[in-house]
Each structure stands twice: as C-alpha cells, then as structure tokens.
C-alpha cells in the first residue's frame, strides 16, 4: 500500500515538474502566409519577445506553410497535437471565413485562443487625384447612380471584401465589388483611377501617403497613425471591421500550459521594445487575451456567417 501510495505521489510530482519545466523542447509557430507579409512579421516579433518570457533557454521558432490563403497553416494547427509545441498565428476575419465558402478541417472551436496582438482597421479609400474628396461625397455619387462606383479590394471572402458589403448596407448604396489578386494589385488600381475606391487596411495605406486619400477608419476610434481621418462612426455609418493577428494553439490545450503562454505573452504585450518594434513597423497593437480573443473569434465568425447567407462570394 505504501509502495502504491508512493508512486501515485511520484507521478503526480513529476507531472507537476515536467509541467513547471515546460517548454522543454523549441516552440513552433505556423503562420500560414508568406515570408515577410504583415502576419510573418508580427509572428517573428512575438517569437523573439515570447522566447524572453519563456526563460531558461526557451527556442520560439516561426514556420511559414503557406497556401489556399491561409488555411494550409490554420489547419495544421487545429490538427496539432495540443501540448503547446504547436502554436499558430491566427487572422480574423480570413481564418473563420474560409471555413464558410469551402471545405475546411477546422472551424470556430478548433482553437485554443491565446492572444491578439494586432488590430489593422479598415478604410474607405480614393487615389489622390479622385474628386471625392469625403466620404458623404462617395457615397452621394453612388446614391445617385447606383453600381456606378467601383470599390477595389484585395479578395473576396475577407475584411476588405466585409468592409465593402458593411458600408453598402449601412449607408443604403449598390457598390460594384471588382475583386483584386493581392492587396497591393488593389491598391495598384486605387491609386491608378481604374477604380473609384477601395477599402484596405489602414498600415496597407501609410507608405502612400500622396497617392491615396484616406476617407474613413472603420474602427471605433481614430488611429495614433492618422488622427487626421474620421471614423465611420462620426460620419453616421455604424461599420466596424478590420484585420486581427494573434496567436492560437490546438483545442482542448492543458489549462496550465495555455495560462503559462497567456501570461507570457501578455508579458510582451507590456514589454515597452516590444511596444516600440511594432510602433516602428506600422502595427496597430489592440491585444485581447484568453476569452476577450475566444468572443471576438466568434463574433466576426458571426459576421462571415451572415454575408455569406445573404451575398455568398463563390
């Protein structure tokens, strides 16, 4: 009886110490984009921050598998085993949207939601040289003939292609949507006059500031980048929506092992170089962690949902 008594203890001891001991092994991050895109550069930052917090010689190492915009990488997460080896940057709302227009392998509750770190809001946006000088002027021409207006955007089945259907149905117009490759061929198209608008992030406008006119932020507040824009909101259009990169494990991760990475990165978060990188790079910060980023993953899947019911975009 002792000697059974005593390997119940031993084993309960060890648990708690290889538990305590954690990572013990290097911590992989997918990101399902690109080298070099605005998530692989969030995702590096965190990672080098994230190694810090960790201590004792912990290894962050970021992984891109890129492919079928996005999903490669978000299903190679939720499939992973969920002992916190296999992290995973997460985009909202890209990630749960394309779990609405194609087969998928994962969905809402696949994810172990750990935190947001990024918060890029859309815009409402014209070349330099358009005549729209606002956004009621904008949307006065496209009341006035309705389709008119062209509004350029990087994909459909995303935030700029939500913004765009958001803005439609709030300020009671008809865009003609003329889905673009890539951000940058939208903007391209923007900046060229072969669209008469388009809705971007606002970091995917800040390097042209004398090529593109910036009508409107969809966000609740003006951004630090460009206090000089309006919100939607002050203009009388309730529309809300933007791009958010966080980080995310498999389901069902150990409760200690995902409130371990929860306050190591919410150790980042307040780390002021870390602050001051992404300030530097152009990255809004709005971070949310545990069940803030859970509610927010479900609301903007909520809204997928829901365009995709009305105005399906395959």
């Known amino acids: 009886m002792?000697?059974?008594?005593?390997?119940?203890?031993?084993?309960?001891?060890?648990?708690?110490?290889?538990?305590?001991?954690?990572?013990?092994?290097?911590?992989?991050?997918?990101?399902?984009y690109s080298a070099g895109g605005g998530t692989d550069v969030m995702a590096r930052t965190v990672s080098q921050f994230l190694e810090q917090e960790l201590g004792d010689g912990a290894s962050v190492v970021v992984k891109n598998m890129p492919g079928a915009g996005g999903q490669i990488g978000f299903t190679e997460v939720a499939g992973a085993d969920a002992d916190g080896y296999t992290l995973g940057t997460f985009n909202l709302p890209a990630a749960l949207a394309l779990t609405h227009d194609r087969e998928a392998d994962y969905d809402v509750t696949s994810f172990t939601y750990l935190a947001n770190f990024v918060e890029d809001p859309n815009t409402i946006t014209?070349?330099?040289?358009?005549?729209?000088?606002t956004l009621d002027e904008l949307l006065a021409a496209a009341k006035a003939d309705p389709r008119a207006i062209t509004v350029g955007l990087s994909s459909l089945g995303g935030n700029d292609h939500f913004s765009a259907?958001?803005?439609?149905?709030?300020?009671?117009?008809?865009?003609?949507?003329?889905?673009?490759?890539?951000?940058?061929?939208?903007?391209t198209a923007i900046m060229g006059g072969?669209?008469?608008?388009?809705?971007?992030?606002?970091g995917q406008t800040t390097n042209f500031p004398d090529e593109l006119r910036v009508l409107a932020v969809?966000?609740?507040?003006?951004?630090?980048?460009?206090?000089?824009?309006?919100?939607?909101a002050e203009l009388g259009y309730d529309v809300k929506m933007s791009s958010l990169r966080g980080i995310v494990g498999p389901a069902d991760m150990d409760a200690e092992t995902a409130e371990k990475l929860r306050a190591a990165l919410s150790a980042v978060n307040a780390n002021p170089d870390f602050q001051t990188m992404m300030a530097e790079q152009g990255n809004p910060i709005a971070f949310m962690v545990g069940d803030d980023f859970a509610a927010t993953a479900a609301a903007q899947n909520q809204v997928a949902a829901d365009i995709w019911a009305e105005t399906p975009w395959k």
């Open 2 to 32: 002792r000697k059974t008594l005593g390997a119940v203890i031993a084993l309960g001891l060890g648990a708690t110490a290889a538990l305590a001991e954690y990572p013990e092994k290097p911590v992989e991050v997918i990101v399902g």
């Open 194 to 202: 072969h669209v008469a608008a388009g809705t971007m992030t606002l």
């Open 218 to 232: 969809l966000a609740d507040e003006r951004s630090a980048f460009r206090p000089d824009v309006p919100t939607a």
């Open 165 to 187: 259907n958001m803005m439609a149905a709030a300020s009671g117009v008809e865009f003609t949507i003329v889905p673009f490759k890539g951000a940058s061929n939208a903007r």
């Open 126 to 133: 014209v070349a330099a040289s358009s005549p729209y000088q």
